[in-house]
């Protein structure tokens, strides 16, 4: 006579899903089971990606919740973001925002302009496991096309300089040349205003 007790865990079953599960045994005789038994997994937590606000050339701020009905060891919670509609966060760039349950939101930087981006809010908990919210894809605003014309010499102290603007986004409100002794002049150098709108200037 052979006995003896053994132990296993069952990973990557589904959430909220009931199953049933008994032990079996093979010899030369055949096969035999142990009693069936019923368990039903643990609700997972339940994230959602809300909608993108405050969507700028650069910047853009996240939103998302997190909730728990069960009991859970939470071990991040955040939001992921990527250029592509597959974005997790083994994909895209990850922003962890600790353990906190209940409302997230992250202002998100140096985003590229006019570019379509996809994030969504996650939870890790338990050994590793991560929970997803719905995919939300939003597209930054473009700058302004601006194109300095070339420059020319009216004499040893004036030079005459022109430009064009096009924009997609926004009405312009202000238009004008900058100018310094430096090589990358702005407008906290030297400014000349030409008044708004599109257009050559």
Request: charged share 20%.
């Amino acid at each position: 006579k052979v006995s003896g007790k053994f132990t296993v865990d069952i990973s990557n079953l589904k959430s909220n899903t009931t199953y049933w599960v008994r032990a079996y045994a093979k010899n030369i005789a055949g096969e035999s089971y142990g009693e069936t038994i019923e368990v039903t997994t643990k609700k997972a937590p339940n994230v959602t990606t809300n909608t993108v606000e405050n969507i700028n050339a650069t910047n853009a701020t996240l939103k998302g919740n997190v909730t728990l009905e069960e009991e859970y060891e939470v071990a991040e919670i955040g939001f992921c973001y990527a250029k592509s509609p597959n974005v997790t966060i083994s994909s895209g760039k990850t922003l962890s925002l600790g353990t906190t349950i209940g409302n997230i939101s992250y202002e998100l930087t140096d985003l590229t302009p006019n570019t379509i981006y996809y994030v969504r809010a996650y939870a890790k908990f338990d050994k590793d496991e991560i929970e997803y919210g719905s995919v939300v894809n939003f597209r930054t605003l473009a700058l302004p096309t601006i194109t300095t014309n070339a420059i020319k010499a009216l004499d040893n102290e004036t030079i005459e300089c022109s430009g064009s603007i096009t924009s997609k986004d926004f009405e312009i409100t202000e238009r004008g040349v900058c100018y310094s002794t430096n090589s990358e002049p702005t407008i906290s150098d030297k400014v000349i205003e030409l008044g708004s709108g599109v257009g050559k200037f």
